[in-house]
C-alpha cells in the first residue's frame, strides 16, 4: 500500500477527466489494484511543492539523472515529462537512450495527446519529489555498458508494468 500512496495523492488532484486518461493508460491489472486501494486509503495528502519550484528542480537535474529516475517508469510517463518543456538536458538524454529506445520514445512523444494544465503540473510535482530521493548521477560517471544495463532494466520494467511476460 505504501507505494500506491503517492500514486492516489497524485491522481485525487487531477481533474476527473485527467484521472479516467491516466487510468485508460494502466493494464487492468494495475487500474484495478489502484481502485481497490484507493477504496481502502485515508484522504489524499495536500502537496506542499509548488509548480515554479517543481520546474526549476526538473530543469537542474542532469540527463543521467533523469535517466536513472525514468528508467523503471513506462515510456508514456517519459515522454509526457520530456514533452512537457524544453528542458535543458533533454538532447543529452535523447543521447543517453539506445537508437531503438530513443525510436521508441520520439514515437510515443509524436503519438501522444497534450497534457492538461492540471495533470501536467501534478506531473511535474511527482517528478520534483522524486528528484529529491535520487542521487545525482554525474554525466561521466554513467559508461555505455551501464547505461545498456539501465536500458535493459528499463525495458524488463515496463514490461512487468504493461502485464507484458
Excluded at 126 to 151: D, G, H, N
Aim: net charge positive; no cysteine.
Amino acid at each position: 500500500m505504501s507505494a500506491v500512496r503517492p500514486i492516489l495523492d497524485k491522481l485525487a488532484q487531477l481533474t476527473p477527466e485527467d484521472r479516467r486518461w491516466v487510468l485508460d493508460q494502466l493494464p487492468s491489472a494495475q487500474k484495478e489494484r489502484l481502485l481497490e486501494s484507493s477504496k481502502a486509503s485515508v484522504p489524499p495528502r495536500v502537496p506542499t511543492e509548488s509548480t515554479p519550484s517543481a520546474v526549476a528542480a526538473i530543469e537542474r537535474a542532469s540527463a543521467p539523472t533523469m535517466r536513472a529516475l525514468l528508467a523503471d517508469e513506462p515510456i508514456w510517463f517519459a515522454a509526457a515529462l520530456i514533452d512537457s518543456a524544453d528542458w535543458p538536458w533533454r538532447d543529452a538524454y535523447f543521447d543517453l537512450l539506445t537508437a531503438i529506445d530513443r525510436r521508441e520514445l520520439q514515437e510515443t512523444m509524436s503519438q501522444a495527446k497534450p497534457l492538461t494544465s492540471a495533470m501536467k503540473e501534478a506531473l511535474l510535482e511527482a517528478i520534483a519529489e522524486r528528484l529529491k530521493t535520487v542521487a545525482p548521477v554525474p554525466a561521466e560517471k554513467l559508461s555505455r555498458f551501464e547505461s545498456l544495463l539501465q536500458s535493459l532494466a528499463a525495458k524488463r520494467s515496463r514490461r512487468r508494468w504493461s502485464g507484458a511476460a
